[in-house]
């Protein structure tokens, strides 16, 4: 007997009992984001290798580690998208859309990283992503700030998330800061962990990250990017904070917040959970104002965020949020032309009530059986068409959930009139 495949480690299955609970949190978000007013964008899972290496930065963990590259059969690099990004970026220049003035887009979708599989973390994840392009003032911070807040406060966890900010200021104060931390860095290069020891003159930034307690204290009185920040920087981040202040979204600065892509400026946050362990956060952004023009095009401001979908439902799954999609209807019948009869009356019920889930029977199965079936699918009703009812051209209404109130034979002609009272009682 042949062994049977498994899935690839990291790249998990969604199982029917899950399902529900994703269609949920993904239908809160496209409303969510529609109601922002952000346009849906899809990009391909595979781009060329060099749109990350160049826009993500080479001495970036996901990189160096983390991409899934292959060269294809005319030997072109292509990497699985580890992010989305550098590829929202290259649609809008490569379609001209950047130059149209203000976008707002949206998109949802797997990504791929060859992390180490754990709790919330996957080598293939699900993220919503959303970028703003073409405005440089902070209420384009503040708006998507405020679109994260009202996803947390629609997906119903108010309670589990705390929001984090920071600011990186611009190219020039981060390279004067990177030169004093590394010169801090490097008296105590052989006390830092290893991860740290590779970042220190590659991606610094990243060491302040870090989660080593021992790295964690050397780096406490390390020198602080904020004394670097110039007075517009300053300016803009104090308008930020002031912004959420008014809007009452409580908020911690968090000086050690950095982004672990070369391409963020100023603004940078996360949504962070103490109840994920180790993979606490949920939602993380910032703006990247010198991303378009370091793709070739000119110079366009942008902001914007990714949020692990994965991460919420196991905030939700802690909160015992579960979901279910019971049937509305459940259709019983004979073999032969009851069954037909069963069949296409439930497309007709599809067709004129096209919210509701129509569930028929299908297979040999006792009457008994088949009301087992019908209780379990968690349908309200159950029609009933066996040879006496395919004769008249009737059916037979069941209530599945109150069982004091009686059967009742309806004419088909009749159905749709006594189902549409229903629905409205």
Not at 244 to 259: C, F, S, T
Request: aromatic residues 8%.
């Amino acid at each position: 007997m042949a062994e049977y495949i498994q899935a690839i480690r990291g790249m998990n299955d969604v199982l029917p009992s899950d399902s529900a609970l994703w269609r949920h949190v993904e239908n809160i978000i496209r409303q969510t984001v529609y109601s922002f007013g952000y346009d849906e964008i899809r990009t391909p899972i595979l781009e060329k290798t060099e749109l990350f290496k160049r826009n993500i930065g080479e001495a970036t963990d996901i990189v160096e580690k983390e991409m899934y590259v292959f060269d294809d059969r005319n030997g072109d690099s292509l990497a699985l998208r580890p992010e989305g990004t550098a590829s929202a970026v290259r649609l809008g220049l490569e379609h001209g859309l950047l130059t149209q003035g203000i976008q707002r887009w949206w998109y949802m979708g797997p990504m791929y990283r060859h992390e180490r599989p754990q709790k919330g973390r996957y080598r293939q994840f699900y993220q919503l992503g959303v970028e703003a392009f073409g405005v440089m003032s902070a209420d384009i911070d503040l708006e998507i700030i405020l679109l994260t807040e009202t996803l947390k406060r629609n997906l119903s966890l108010q309670a589990s998330l705390v929001l984090q900010i920071n600011t990186l200021g611009t190219s020039v104060a981060r390279k004067a800061h990177k030169e004093k931390l590394v010169e801090y860095l490097n008296r105590y290069r052989h006390e830092l962990d290893e991860d740290s020891q590779r970042r220190l003159h590659t991606n610094p930034l990243r060491i302040l990250d870090s989660k080593d307690l021992q790295t964690q204290k050397i780096i406490h009185d390390a020198p602080k990017l904020g004394d670097y920040l110039d007075d517009a920087s300053k300016a803009h981040f104090d308008e930020v904070c002031a912004g959420l202040d008014a809007l009452g979204i409580a908020y911690q600065i968090n000086p050690a917040l950095v982004r672990g892509l070369d391409y963020y400026t100023h603004t940078v946050f996360e949504w962070v959970s103490n109840e994920l362990g180790a993979q606490g956060t949920v939602c993380a952004g910032g703006r990247y104002d010198g991303l378009v023009e370091q793709m070739g095009g000119k110079s366009v401001p942008a902001i914007g965020f990714a949020l692990g979908l994965e991460r919420i439902l196991l905030l939700l799954q802690l909160q015992q949020h579960e979901m279910s999609e019971p049937a509305d209807i459940y259709v019983i019948s004979t073999i032969g032309a009851p069954r037909l009869a069963a069949l296409e009356l439930a497309r007709s019920i599809r067709l004129q009530f096209k919210d509701w889930r129509v569930i028929t029977h299908c297979g040999e199965a006792s009457f008994k059986n088949q009301f087992k079936k019908a209780d379990k699918s968690g349908a309200r009703w159950a029609l009933i068409i066996g040879d006496e009812e395919c004769a008249e051209k009737s059916v037979t209404f069941k209530h599945l959930r109150d069982e004091h109130l009686p059967q009742t034979k309806v004419a088909i002609t009749e159905l749709f009139t006594f189902l549409e009272k229903l629905r409205s009682s």
